[in-house]
């Protein structure tokens, strides 16, 4: 049975009913939408919706690190949630994906047809192929995990969002009690980056004091960084590589509460389209550490410019659900959307080819 209305004949009430409904259905559009998980990495060409599938993902981690708890990633945030993550190798030979971590094993098991392979790093081509024989399974992988953008499963990391509630500070309070300039904690002391030669350089022109395994012992024993950005104006951000998307926890540590430091980077050629601007000095723009020693001693007794960083760094914040726990997200994507055969990599091709640089801005010492 239908039922016709004329304008003359509705209601206020029905059509206030009416109105609400329409709102209810926007508001859950809108939802809909905000479900995407945007960041200031990357944005994978998923759907706007959450999916659902009849087919069931089972995704195992043969080789994983020591380090990595499966149990930490959660299908229910992901775009499809019809995956599983699991560990146990008797699932092997079902399994739609496989996963291998670059140091995480000696020897691969037979591979059954249409089974995805994938190869999953952390580490830059400098320091994954120390740990990794190429030339014995280059030829086996489909697939990469990485913090690399043109990895199917993306893993940076950290993820930055903008802050929705930003702290407010004195900020002016905090430029006074700062007494010193750089600091520095750092364990690893020999690195292809030759980030140690760019600070003796940069340490003629400017105080830099070094805390960790390559200096003093932290004063600190919690929170070193914490309580040294409360004496010291800037804070050096080096990667030990020199390669395209490798941001580290070096620089993405500086996103949290507390830290009130200007972080100073030297790694990514390409950190520009990953950090938000006027958050950090990139060693990049300058052409010796000579000048840029120079510019942070301007910006370090300006309080007016000095302040300007911290409040524009204070608008972002490292929330985590980093590493690789994204990775695994964009791999059930992938097992959901592909179309074709899986390609076979060349996983030492893929490693170096048009990835990294060796460092130009250190003057040769005498």
Known sequence: MFFFFSAKTLSVAVLAFLFGIWIIWT?????????TNSNTFKKQPQHLRTHA?????TIIFYAKPAWFNPKTVVFDKCSFKNCELTIDKQLFSTSAAVIFHHDSFSTLPEKPSGQVWIFATLESPFYTSKSFNTDRSKMQFNWTMSYRKDAEGFSP???????????VKNYTSIFINKTNNIAWVVSHCQTQSKRE??????????????YGKCGKPCPFKEDCKIHLSKIYRFYLSFENSLCKDYVTEKILSMYIDGIDFIPIVRGAPNAGDILPHKTYISTSDFKSPQKLAAFLKMIGSDESRYISYLKEKEKYLNNGNGMLKAGICDICYHLNVR??????????????????????????EK
């Open 27 to 35: 508001l859950r559009q809108i939802k809909d939408f905000e479900r």
């Open 157 to 167: 990391y950290a993820f930055l969002r903008k802050q929705l509630h930003i702290p």
């Open 197 to 210: 030669a760019y600070v003796r350089e940069l340490s003629k022109y400017i105080d830099v004091d070094i």
């Open 339 to 364: 179309k074709q055969k899986p390609k076979i990599i060349d996983i030492n091709k893929w490693l170096w080819e048009n990835q990294c640089h060796l460092p130009n801005d250190i003057p040769s």
């Open 53 to 57: 599938s009849n087919t069931y993902f």
